[in-house]
């Protein structure tokens, strides 16, 4: 709906879409959710957790788990509150204004298009098994046919968007009931193959070592605190966790999305995290003692690489259990990139409805498929194949750019409640006082343990957005305003990133796996955290003063509102 009455009696405007139909009930939208939660991460993560952190692994997936919900749990006032497409870009639009809605948008499409690739390659490193030719497990890259076959399944991604969002969700929610049993049974089965000397089996394997060399004490925890926190990030973990805000970038289109979209949120968390710790539990158990002559980052047997969980399986005798991971190996990376490559042309359509990029990719078909947005997250997907040609080597990048986009949510949740205190909110985060800046926090320190390498290519991926952005902005006779206002409610954002970047410099964390490291470790262990929760804080009162007064927030809320008797015409499924 475009207005509505709050609970002080004021008229508080909402943003609406235009164009997009609502036919997501409440299991397409945890399933939408859910599918990008459960993709490729839980193929891989568990054997990289292992190799970085030993038995301990498990406190990782612990720790990024409560991270990402804290995250998540804003987000569920949030898109409950404002249910727009692409929200996680325009959250931030709305309460600080263009010229940070600009930067936020560009986060949420940058880490969106990242993720159709990293599935594309999950496939590949599988299918290795079957299909040799495919892939080289020497250099951990697809080979040239690999590639072609990689464009293949993007190409496949984009089809069958093109036939509308019922289609999308009823597809989805098949494949993602099989993405959720095949995890299922792979833990019952591997729970009868516990061996439980495995959880002190974690003497450091040489390679480790040269990679950590102050760290490697064996036993349960070989690397200590920091081997835990970067497994949060560096071995996928986080990575494995995103996908919650699916939920949010389709809110246009899920039906009764104030009651449905914050369960659909946190009920997509919940399931997820049950499942990876529980896969994590597994692999450290069922794993044969003879595998371990260096604990877990000794693993050396070829099945197991290429194919952690199958392999795992493979080695336990169950040649059944194997082959059918094997086939799930293509149908859970299949269903996230098919629900991400969604996700993405919903943000880029966002971005057109703020006026970022041209106003082309707003434009939708008759079965409400923003048509030039899906063409365009698909050449993008194109082009992040190039510079990232393994599976690892874009997690940690994607991991930045999303959670650099969930930080925006903990900072609009505050300013609204500041400046929009009458505002409808089907879900109300309790002690948002506390848990907004701690999300912040958390946010910033996931942020920091993804290392250094990860933020300095980051950093450069930012720009050329930023640039991008500007040309089309400034050809954009309906520019977004971007102000004196703008620039003042916005003027935190690139000190808080120069900032990161200057503190992880000087950090503990590398992230990659460039030798010599680029960091200069000046900032000691457990002292770099606290510099790093400290600046957050600093950056998260700063923002809260700095955002928009109350009537240019509403003057924002009613320019995507359009007006109020055509969208209740097109979209009568938003008063819900």
């Known amino acids: 709906m475009a207005t509505e009455t709050g609970s002080a009696g004021a008229t508080v405007t909402r943003p609406a879409d235009v164009g997009l139909k609502r036919e997501m009930g409440l299991v397409g939208a945890i399933w939408s959710s859910e599918s990008s939660i459960i993709g490729s991460g839980w193929l891989f993560a568990s054997l990289y957790a292992t190799q970085v952190a030993g038995a301990s692994a498990i406190y990782a997936w612990i720790i990024g788990g409560i991270a990402v919900l804290i995250l998540a749990i804003v987000h569920a006032e949030l898109g409950a509150m404002f249910p727009v497409a692409g929200g996680t870009a325009r959250f931030p639009h709305i309460a600080f204004g263009g010229l940070a809605g600009i930067q936020f948008g560009f986060f949420s499409w940058l880490q969106a298009v990242c993720i159709a690739p990293v599935e594309c390659y999950a496939v590949m490193h599988y299918a290795h098994y079957w299909w040799p030719a495919i892939f080289n497990p020497t250099t951990g890259v697809p080979t040239g046919l690999g590639l072609f076959i990689t464009v293949v399944l993007l190409a496949s991604f984009t089809f069958i968007n093109f036939f509308g969002i019922g289609w999308l969700s009823k597809i989805n929610s098949g494949i993602m009931w099989w993405k959720l049993i095949i995890p299922l049974l792979a833990i019952i089965v591997l729970l009868f193959k516990w061996h439980s000397g495995n959880w002190s089996a974690g003497l450091p394997g040489p390679t480790h070592v040269a990679a950590n060399p102050s760290n490697g004490s064996g036993g349960f925890a070989p690397f200590g605190a920091k081997g835990v926190l970067d497994a949060v990030v560096g071995a996928g973990i986080v990575f494995s ?336």
């Open 241 to 576: 966790y995103l996908g919650f805000e699916q939920a949010d970038q389709l809110a246009g289109e899920i039906k009764n999305p104030q009651r449905n979209l914050p369960r659909a949120i946190i009920g997509a968390m919940f399931i997820g995290t049950f499942v990876y710790i529980m896969v994590q539990v597994v692999f450290i158990s069922a794993m044969d003692p003879g595998q371990l002559t260096h604990g877990f980052p000794g693993i050396s047997n070829a099945n197991v690489l290429s194919g952690p969980i199958a392999g795992l399986a493979g080695l336990a005798g169950l040649g059944l259990l194997a082959t059918i991971l094997r086939i799930d190996a293509f149908v859970s990376p299949y269903g996230t990139g098919l629900i991400y490559l969604t996700s993405t042309s919903r943000v880029s359509y966002g971005l057109a409805r703020n006026r970022y990029i041209p106003q082309v990719f707003q434009r939708t078909d008759r079965r409400g498929v923003p048509w030039a947005s899906m063409i365009l997250a698909f050449v993008a997907g194109l082009v992040f194949l190039l510079p990232f040609p393994t599976w690892q080597s874009i997690v940690a990048l994607t991991t930045g750019a999303s959670v650099l986009m969930y930080i925006g949510a903990p900072l609009s949740l505050t300013a609204f409640r500041r400046r929009l205190p009458d505002a409808s909110r089907p879900y109300r985060l309790p002690a948002a006082i506390v848990i907004s800046p701690l999300a912040f926090i958390v946010g910033s320190l996931l942020i920091y343990w993804s290392g250094f390498e990860a933020l300095w290519k980051l950093g450069i991926c930012i720009v050329i957005g930023y640039v991008i952005i500007g040309v089309c902005i400034a050809f954009d006779s309906e520019r977004p305003r971007i102000g004196r206002k703008e620039v003042v409610a916005a003027a935190w954002l690139p000190v808080y990133i120069i900032g990161m970047g200057l503190i992880s410099w000087n950090g503990q964390f590398a992230g990659g796996a460039i030798l010599p490291p680029l960091n200069t470790n000046r900032i000691p262990f457990w002292w770099d955290m606290l510099v790093v929760a400290g600046w957050a804080l600093v950056i998260f009162v700063w923002a809260y003063f700095a955002s928009l007064p109350r009537d240019e927030m509403e003057i924002i809320i009613a320019e995507q509102a359009g007006v109020a008797a055509d969208i209740e015409a097109i979209d009568p499924g938003v008063a819900g």
